[in-house]
């Protein structure tokens, strides 16, 4: 059983070795209403800094958009279209508890996160709308699952069509302390170590980072209706398994492979395991066993000793003299009676 669990932690750690890489970090960020007093520091790159120990105003990790706007946008360049699959959000909190009494916490409620292939929010998929948080409820930081692939991720809020769902701000903010994308920087690849390759068939917008194919409906953005043929051409189509393995080829071959990688290890750290503890007892059983033929080899040899004497007696004149007295006074005494 120990075994199992050991097997069990290495490949929990394996697994850990190979986790998505962070690739919005320090990319080109940039944001809609930027802070005016530039001395202060809250432009758009803070949010992608790789910092998020203080989440205060004072702690220059933090981008900060300007007083009394309705909209905010903020959006990081990715440099390329890549594979996504989750969008971690730290928001700020001046270092004080999280929420209803946060300040912060009214500003954060009503967010969008978009992912996109160009700079306009429209044309991109809805990975997430905030609509049933409260001041209670909203978590900070966030993780939200958005396996797609683009360029630009979009933050977006707005305050533009009261009245406000209870607890909501009276303007929009950034206020992000960190914004992180996680994802595979090699395009053309998925899985959790992104090493196994897409084929010519898989195209862009068709397979997912995980396994590969899938079929998926864009969510419409902040319930806005799109025509028909706007849906048709973001309509994700499954594609079928032998484009995406396929044995003759060395690339289908090394698929396979790194997809049952984590349980190959497993196996062979098992197989090793079993293979010391078998040699252990193989050894301690020949040492058991040579103990066992000295100890009979030397009650071998006592017994041949002493039969080596009973088989002797009538050889020794000692014990012939005895038997001959012996029967000599059993000769007289019969004689006698």
């Given at each position: ?57 004072s ?27 989750r ?7 001046d ?37 049933n ?42 206020e ?5 994308v996680?994802g595979?920087?090699?395009f ?115 017994m041949?000793?002493?039969?080596d ?29």
């Open positions: 059983m120990d075994i199992i669990w050991n097997a069990l932690f290495f490949q929990r750690l394996l697994c850990l070795a190979i986790a998505y890489e962070n690739i919005a970090l320090n990319k080109q960020a940039w944001e809609r209403y930027p802070w005016k007093n530039e001395m202060l520091d809250w432009g758009a790159q803070r949010a992608v800094d790789g910092r998020k120990s203080n989440l205060a105003a702690g220059g990790e933090c981008t900060i958009s300007d007083n009394g706007k309705s909209i905010a946008e903020w959006r990081v360049d990715l440099g390329n279209i890549l594979n996504i699959n969008i971690f959000i730290q928001h700020r909190t270092n004080f508890p999280w929420g209803a009494k946060n300040k912060h916490a009214p500003r954060f409620l009503g967010f969008s996160v978009i992912v996109s292939n160009t700079t306009k929010k429209n044309d991109g998929v809805l990975c997430f709308k905030d609509r948080f409260t001041l209670e409820t909203i978590p900070n930081p966030i993780n939200i699952t958005c396996p797609n692939f683009a360029r630009y991720v979009i933050f977006y809020n707005n305050r533009t069509n009261r009245p406000f769902p209870a607890g909501y701000s009276d303007y929009a903010y950034n992000l302390c960190e914004v992180e996680f595979c920087s090699k053309g690849h998925y899985g959790e170590n992104c090493s196994i390759p897409w084929y010519e068939n898989c195209q862009p917008c068709l397979c997912d980072i995980e396994s590969g194919p899938r079929l998926r409906n864009v969510e419409e953005y902040d319930g806005q209706q799109s025509n028909k043929s706007q849906k048709a051409n973001l309509t994700w189509n499954k594609i079928p398994n032998t484009h995406l393995i396929r044995l003759g080829d060395p690339d289908g071959l090394s698929s396979v492979f790194y997809s049952f990688a984590p349980l190959f290890a497993t196996l062979f750290v098992i197989s090793i395991v079993f293979n010391i503890i078998f040699t252990i007892r193989e050894c301690r059983n020949k040492v058991r066993f040579k103990d066992q033929k000295k100890s009979k080899a030397k009650n071998q040899q006592r041949t000793a002493d039969t004497i009973h088989e002797n007696i009538y050889e020794n004149t000692e014990y012939q003299e005895l038997t001959e007295v012996k029967t000599t006074e059993n000769y007289i005494y019969d004689k006698i009676r």
